[in-house]
């Protein structure tokens, strides 16, 4: 008997980058992945690879075997992030019925911990630049947004699972950003636009950007830290657009971005570009939703993960820098 860690969503950017904070630890991992999914080829050898789906529990078996009888870890990692506008029925098959899913089986076998990923977006969003903390109970009638309210019902599905006996503790990232995303996440793709010189111009407003790295040691804390039926927000400070492109081109050498596009005219043209980003297949950068986004109050405090998980974040400069080399790296740039 020993530890074994189980990761759902382990081929995406915050799964890879769970991974890289567990290879120095020496623990056996079980990693879930989708059946045909082009990415778990990336997953490193030392890990065990599953194929599955949370949105059917059938084929989740052998992720949750355990012959052993080792302590379970479980970080359910597993969703969809997206800045659409318009509903989206995997959207909510996913993020919601794939975490009943998770939280069922995690019951059944008898996982010893649990952490679930949630989002900031999960939290109501308070007024006249008041910091947001962690809450108890969710509701998604309080947040905007398709992926929010995702996010703000799952998140209230795992914690009425802790009365049940599950052993979970919730985690809230902000806007994540950083190396080890073999994908297209939204953050990755406006770096490779701007090292593409495909940015012309930018709009004002910011948000809460975090390193990947942070977010994942933050997760692994919780795993042994963090209190049963507690959230933590991991985050780092709020950040404008102009300051993340004026970073970049300091790094690159790139072409600065002195324009910006008026709010009013992005508002305008959003519909149209999430229709144009989905005819071609392409990750959209600005939606409806991520322009409100961006205007929308992003103070977030992550004081009690500081204090709990002993949570540290790094420099945004940084973890550019770092962005951009392993691109080069991976010949992405």
């Known amino acids: 008997m020993g530890e074994k860690y189980l990761i759902t969503g382990a081929a995406g950017h915050l799964g890879n980058a769970i991974l890289q904070e567990l290879a120095s630890k020496n623990v056996v991992v079980r990693a879930l992945v989708l059946?045909?999914?082009?990415?778990?080829?990336?997953?490193?050898?030392?890990v065990e690879t599953v194929y599955g789906d949370v949105c059917d529990p059938t084929s989740l078996e052998v992720f949750f075997d355990n012959p052993d009888q080792d302590d379970l870890i479980l970080i359910h990692a597993a969703g969809i992030v997206s800045i659409t506008s318009k509903f989206n029925f995997k959207l909510h098959e996913v993020n919601v019925n794939g975490t009943i899913n998770i939280v069922r089986l995690g019951l059944e076998h008898h996982v010893s911990r649990f952490i679930y990923v949630s989002s900031v977006h999960a939290l109501p969003e308070l007024t006249n630049k008041q910091i947001i903390t962690e809450i108890k109970a969710?509701?998604?009638?309080?947040?905007k947004g398709a992926y929010a309210k995702t996010k703000a019902e799952a998140s209230q599905i795992v914690m009425d699972a802790i009365s049940n006996g599950l052993n979970a503790s919730i985690v809230?990232?902000?806007?994540?950003?950083g190396p080890y995303d073999y994908g297209n996440g939204h953050m990755t793709q406006m770096i490779l636009d701007y090292c593409a010189g495909k940015l012309n111009t930018y709009i004002k407003g910011g948000y809460d950007f975090v390193d990947v790295r942070d977010v994942a040691k933050g997760?692994?804390?919780c795993c042994h830290s963090g209190k049963i039926g507690e959230c933590y927000i991991l985050s780092n400070r709020y950040c404008t657009v102009k300051e993340i492109l004026?970073?970049?081109h300091n790094i690159s050498g790139k072409k600065e971005i002195r324009h910006t596009l008026p709010l009013w005219l992005a508002k305008a043209a959003a519909p149209f570009a999430e229709i144009y980003y989905s005819?071609?297949?392409?990750?959209?950068l600005y939606t409806t939703y991520s322009?409100?986004?961006?205007s929308d109050n992003a103070l977030f405090s992550h004081e009690k993960a500081d204090s709990e998980l002993l949570y540290t974040t790094r420099p945004l400069e940084i973890t550019l820098q770092d962005t951009l080399a392993w691109l080069k790296k991976n010949q992405r740039l």
């Open 138 to 143: 969710f509701n998604p009638d309080l947040v």
């Open 246 to 248: 004026y970073a970049l």
């Open 35 to 46: 059946p045909k999914d082009l990415l778990a080829g990336k997953l490193p050898n030392w």
């Open 172 to 177: 809230h990232p902000s806007g994540i950003i």
């Open 291 to 294: 322009i409100s986004t961006l």
């Open 219 to 221: 997760i692994i804390s």
């Open 279 to 284: 005819r071609k297949k392409q990750t959209p």
